[in-house]
């Protein structure tokens, strides 16, 4: 009698495991010998906590690395979002809405954590300890290129200068080297590339150049317009996708422009960001114009975009 109750469970998991050719019954005792699972292995706590390395005796020097790993962390979240929905074929609309809000939500914790940089750290610590961490930037974050890439149409991020001359026949490594950030890692005058960036591409240009590829026409904006045209016009979801577009490219560049420029201007002279980039003019949205989904914006919004914060 009580194995009838089981019954069900039971021919489900002897299914599951002859799909895959396996014997349920050495799988079954295995369970037998499994340990239980407790909260600390499962979030690997330890291995987490132990991941803050301070290169210098600063304290503040702590919560400039939890943040950025926070950061990171979040990046993680929003790709495995993103991977879902693009590789999704022909997603529905409540898919999309669902996807699109979760991605936005990620993006609106990054921007409202600013004020942790912001007050969180001591200026004199700051300008101490950055000397340590030359010549690694924030640029190198590749996780927030994938994000980028997983999002537009790769034209929309090239820089402005470069647009009319590349289109979507043009070979990925020649687009590649005209993205809108590659400016910030060469010398203006000569056009060489910098330490950072030399180094930035020899361990991510390939797997960047494969996911420029794979997301060509998978990205978000491509799934948007394979909804149905009546959706594609619906108010709630043009205003989730401006959001979105706002959110990553004018509120939390601004956040982090701000408070780069409270720590790197804290003190007169040279105002260059640790990697040796003109931080102003890769960061500030009017330069750039970094706009995912343009088709969404009127030629005001965009002539003016980030003109306003």
Sequence with gaps: MELEKYKDQLEKIEKKYSDINQNTETHLEGLLWSKPINYWDYIQTDALLNLQIQRTTLPDEMVFIMYHQVNELLFKMILWEMDQLCHTEKPSTNYFTEKLGRISRYFDMLTTSFTIMMDGMEPEQYLKFRNTLTPASGFQSAQYRLIEFASTDLINLIDNRFRTNIDRNTPY?????????????????????????????????????????????????????????????????????????????????????????????????????????????????????????????????????????
Excluded at 219 to 232: A, G
Excluded at 252 to 258: C, E, I, K, L, Y
Aim: hydrophobic letters at 35%; charged letters at 30%; a neutral charge.
């Design 173 to 309: 490594d020649h687009a590649f080297e005209h993205l809108y950030w590659q400016a910030a890692g060469k010398d203006y005058h000569t056009g060489e590339k910098s330490f950072l960036l030399k180094g930035f591409e020899k361990k991510y240009k390939k797997m960047f150049l494969d996911f420029m590829e794979e997301y060509n026409t998978i990205n978000v904006w491509r799934k948007f317009k394979e909804l149905p045209e009546s959706d594609q016009q619906n108010t709630n979801l043009v205003k989730a996708m401006r959001h979105y577009d706002e959110t990553v490219n004018i509120t939390w560049v601004m956040g982090h422009f701000n408070a780069a420029k409270k720590y790197i201007e804290s003190v007169p002279g040279n105002h260059e960001a640790t990697g040796g980039s003109d931080w102003k003019k890769y960061m500030l949205p009017k330069y750039q114009k970094r706009i995912f989904f343009p088709e969404l914006w009127t030629k005001e919004e965009i002539d003016n975009w980030g003109e306003n914060l």
